[in-house]
């Protein structure tokens, strides 16, 4: 097999390890009833943006990027990629929060506004294990969106699950 390969499936299954890890160790808020990104993501976006830095670098210091297309179009691509990735995770760190508490959830994000909602207008609550979140949906049509990687995102849950609304 060849070791390009290899070495994906490795970081694969160490970045599936270290996303359990993380979601679990972020399951409790230190602060009750808060809703915030914390350090993963904040350290996800600064390690995205230094290898966006070394990737720019290899196009100045590496002369084999400018006369193999391939190399080109790779470069090019995995800057873009970590570049996207290092804006998305700064935005969830400083703009993503939330509060709740007995009854209900405020809750801010950049791409679907502020939504206040209470607990009586909660529908469903279901989990995309594809996406590692939970999606809260609300009679009012609001569907708020809580990541595994928010703190206290477990104290939600907890909640929700003494008021009856997992089985």
Not at 71 to 92: G, H, N, P, R
Not at 148 to 156: A, E, I, N, W
């Amino acid at each position: 097999m060849n070791s390009a390969i290899i070495s994906g499936l490795i970081g694969g299954v160490l970045i599936a390890i270290l996303n359990v890890y993380t979601s679990k160790k972020l399951r409790k808020s230190k602060v009750k009833g808060e809703l915030k990104f914390g350090a993963f993501i904040a350290s996800s976006s600064f390690l995205s943006m230094a290898l966006t830095g070394v990737l720019i670098a290899a196009f100045f210091y590496n002369a084999d990027v400018w006369d193999n297309p391939i190399e080109f179009l790779a470069i090019t691509c995995l800057i873009i990629k970590f570049s996207v990735i290092a804006i998305y995770c700064f935005v969830e760190y400083f703009k993503v929060h939330g509060k709740f508490d007995e009854i209900g959830i405020h809750f801010t994000t950049p791409w679907t506004g502020r939504k206040m909602e209470t607990w009586c207008q909660l529908e469903s609550v279901k989990l995309n294990s594809h996406a590692n979140w939970y999606t809260l949906k609300f009679k009012s049509g609001s569907v708020i969106r809580l990541s595994c990687f928010l703190t206290g995102h477990g104290d939600v849950i907890d909640l929700l699950n003494s008021k009856g609304y997992f089985e």
